[in-house]
């Protein structure tokens, strides 16, 4: 049974939009096969990996071909990684439109402190996640950076890498501290830990004298724990949209033409749901991203013939990132 607030609706739907943009991507690659890899070998090299018995990437590497298996590594973990991600997204939006918050914000947690790190790993540097993934996996786990200023500095460097509507308000103290801050609210890191755990004692997460995390959780509580999810989630679900288009551009680049309809789509979905946050859960950064968008998307209406975004049929351009007149 559906029981979500219909005043978080349109950030649900925008969030599903991000993911559904994902699948898609990763749905046309796997049927272009872009992520098979086919290589140029000496019939010598031909007959000496027919016969190997190891692995191909240990056979690639013993042959000094490290551009073949850095290609045959990311070309395997992306799709791989991507699609456990949107896994985990999906039914953490389907769980919370049926009102299983704990649920909810125990699967939101690994995507987007695991397997988001390891996305940027990729896109940080290709030699390093090759190397930390063959021979030091530790370093691919979240906890390797040194703590927050870690985490900050690590994704500074990954949005100066990025090339995207809005890129330019996205702020890096901002994403680290919504996936990893444990001394403050304004984080999923607090109320994920609380959901996955009974009992949590550190300062800032201490379980309430007879209590236990969420398990007494009643309907009067859903309305906050909902407007957190659906104010934050789509500011990351964005980062994570781009930072994957970025991996994608080598192994299965999209049109340049498809890419920035989904992004007029996400654009549209943004400048309806945004403005029905509450203002307690506004933040500056969402405000940036908003105001961002808003501005990008009036440029590209007028860059496409338009006088602006009056102009337009507006709920189209909600519905299909389309833009046709009025």
């Not at 991996?247 to 029905?276: D, G």
């Amino acid at each position: 049974m559906e029981v979500l607030d219909s005043k978080f609706e349109d950030s649900h739907d925008l969030c599903f939009l991000i993911h559904d943009i994902m699948v898609q991507l990763l749905h046309s690659a796997e049927k272009q096969k872009a992520f098979n890899q086919t290589f140029d070998l000496t019939d010598v090299e031909a007959k000496s990996l027919e016969s190997t018995e190891g692995h191909i990437i240990e056979w690639l590497e013993d042959n000094k071909k490290y551009k073949e298996s850095s290609f045959v590594i990311r070309s395997t973990v992306l799709p791989a990684l991507l699609s456990d991600m949107m896994h985990c997204i999906y039914e953490t939006l389907q769980a919370s439109k049926k009102g299983k918050l704990t649920i909810a914000y125990m699967l939101i947690r690994k995507p987007l402190q695991e397997s988001l790190f390891v996305l940027e790993s990729m896109a940080l540097d290709r030699k390093k996640f090759i190397e930390d993934f063959t021979n030091e996996q530790k370093k691919l786990s979240s906890s390797s950076t040194g703590g927050l200023d870690g985490h900050i500095s690590r994704i500074e460097k990954v949005l100066k890498k990025l090339d995207f509507p809005a890129v330019e308000s996205f702020d890096a103290s901002y994403i680290a501290q919504l996936r990893y801050d444990k001394s403050i609210e304004d984080s999923f890191d607090g109320v994920c830990n609380k959901a996955m755990h009974l009992f949590t004692s550190r300062k800032t997460l201490k379980t309430e004298s007879r209590n236990i995390n969420f398990i007494f959780a009643r309907g009067e509580q859903y309305p906050s724990l909902w407007a957190f999810l659906y104010s934050r989630l789509p500011y990351l679900l964005y980062y994570i949209y781009q930072l994957v288009e970025h991996i994608c551009a080598e192994l299965a680049p999209t049109h340049p033409s498809y890419l920035k309809q989904m992004n007029r789509w996400i654009a549209a979905k943004v400048l309806v749901s945004y403005p029905s946050v509450e203002e307690r859960y506004r933040h500056e950064s969402l405000d940036n991203l908003f105001a961002s968008l808003t501005s990008w998307l009036e440029s590209d209406c007028i860059a496409n013939g338009f006088s602006n975004l009056d102009a337009i049929n507006f709920e189209e351009l909600v519905e299909t990132g389309i833009y046709n007149l009025r």
